[in-house]
């Protein structure tokens, strides 16, 4: 698939990970922000103000990752004339894809819901994440509400804890992969029959959609204390959990009778090797004594000596990597993304989900996060328009 451009209205993680994923790719992303509201400090994306200042006032830690490769424009919405200069801008660029995670209860008023924007080009894939999708225009959401919405917290955290929200701001990322995949998909009919498409993402419909060990399951006979907060181990296959050691903790996954086998065959947990623990359903039945007998062995040894053992034996483990030492894993070294700040600081990205041709072209490297409004004069100048009328557009704030 030939490189895409893509003009998004975005802000916070959700769309802004769709589309750096569009980056990734070799595509070119515009960030299309609104002008500051009179008054107010902040300018553009809010995310731009999270974190430590990294480089000016508008680019702080937070902000970076998820915008490196981009160019950002910075347009009044509000305004007839940037509305115009909107379409302007997808007709003259050859936008293939818009995207917009704002409300939906302001697309039309903004001049950017999909039967506006189609007047620019006939075959523009348009793309909006919200809340609950544009069938609720009105409800706003962030990631920790969906996922209390949705059950998310019901089932995280240690059964006699409050409910917790995930690490990761888990659904923001499943609708912006989600987004990624439809617009994918929505080209390549594109390629097929010559026409756009109106994509929809529900953030909450997505977080449902993970739900496949859980809903149907209270269907089939489980009641629901049995799906409920676990802590750190695996509701179905027990033993999992993270058990102490003599110098930290570990996690143990065991999800066969012939994983038990072979981990009851080594001579570390050799006592283990009872009648009642033989099955998956025997030790869920005995988990209560099964659990503390497995840490009374771990605590014993380090996590390196049990590891060597566990190795040896093919049973799935790991240490609990402190999140500063994931880096520096090998797997994670080879495949890390980069880019440099303004005053030439090196910065370590997140890998690309998957290696990509473009990435390799690059060496890894992406352009460091666009300040606010960087691109909008070069992209004015890009359209046709003069260096007058741009002057014109910014004196009326109609541009920033």
Same mark, same amino acid.
């Given at each position: ?162 409910? !917790?929200?995930? #690490?990761?701001?888990? &659904?923001?990322? =499943? ?5 990624? %995949?439809?617009?994918?998909? /929505? ?102 004594? !099964?659990?503390? #007998?497995?840490?009374? &062995?771990?605590? =014993? ?5 049990? %590891?060597?053992?566990?190795? /040896? ?88």
């Amino acid at each position: 698939m030939k490189p895409q451009v893509v003009l998004s209205m975005e802000q916070a993680l959700t769309m802004t990970y769709a589309t750096l994923r569009c980056v990734h790719l070799g595509w070119r992303v515009i960030k299309l922000e609104p002008t500051p509201l009179p008054g107010r400090k902040s300018k553009g994306d809010p995310n731009r103000y999270i974190g430590r200042p990294v480089a000016g006032e508008d680019r702080h830690s937070y902000f970076v990752a998820p915008n490196a490769g981009k160019e950002a424009i910075a347009i009044d919405l509000k305004k007839k004339e940037g509305q115009e200069i909107l379409k302007h801008l997808i007709k003259e660029l050859n936008v293939d894809v818009f995207c917009t995670n704002t409300m939906p209860a302001r697309h039309k008023r903004l001049g950017l819901d999909y039967e506006t924007l189609l007047k620019a080009r006939q075959d523009l894939i348009w793309c909006s994440i919200s809340a609950m999708g544009t069938k609720y225009p009105d409800v706003p959401g962030y990631d920790p509400v969906l996922q209390a919405l949705c059950g998310y917290m019901d089932l995280t955290g240690f059964p006699d804890s409050p409910p !917790l929200q995930c #690490g990761l701001p888990i &659904v923001d990322l =499943k609708a912006g992969d989600e987004a990624f %995949t439809q617009i994918i998909l /929505a080209l390549m009919e594109r390629g097929q029959t010559g026409k756009g498409k109106k994509i929809d993402i529900s953030m909450a419909r997505v977080a449902l959609s993970w739900l496949h060990t859980f809903l149907p399951m209270l269907d089939m006979g489980s009641p629901p204390s049995e799906l409920k907060r676990s802590g750190n181990r695996h509701r179905q296959f027990i033993p999992v959990d993270a058990y102490k050691t003599a110098d930290g903790f570990i996690y143990i996954a065991l999800g066969s009778d012939s994983q038990w086998i072979r981990f009851t065959g080594t001579p570390m947990f050799a006592e283990l090797n009872q009648e009642r623990y033989s099955t998956n359903e025997g030790r869920r039945q005995h988990q209560e004594d !099964l659990f503390p #007998g497995i840490e009374a &062995v771990t605590m =014993k040894y380090s996590s390196s000596e049990i %590891t060597k053992v566990l190795s /040896a034996a093919a049973i799935p483990h790991s240490p609990i990597t402190p999140i500063e030492e994931v880096a520096s894993l090998p797997f994670a070294a080879e495949t890390l993304l980069k880019t440099t700040t303004p005053d030439g600081k090196p910065v370590r990205l997140p890998p690309a989900a998957q290696d990509t041709e473009h990435l390799e072209k690059i060496g890894g490297e992406l352009p460091f996060a666009p300040a606010y409004g960087e691109h909008t004069s070069a992209l004015l100048e890009e359209t046709g328009l003069s260096t007058k009328e741009i002057t014109s557009l910014r004196e009326g704030g109609i541009i920033a």
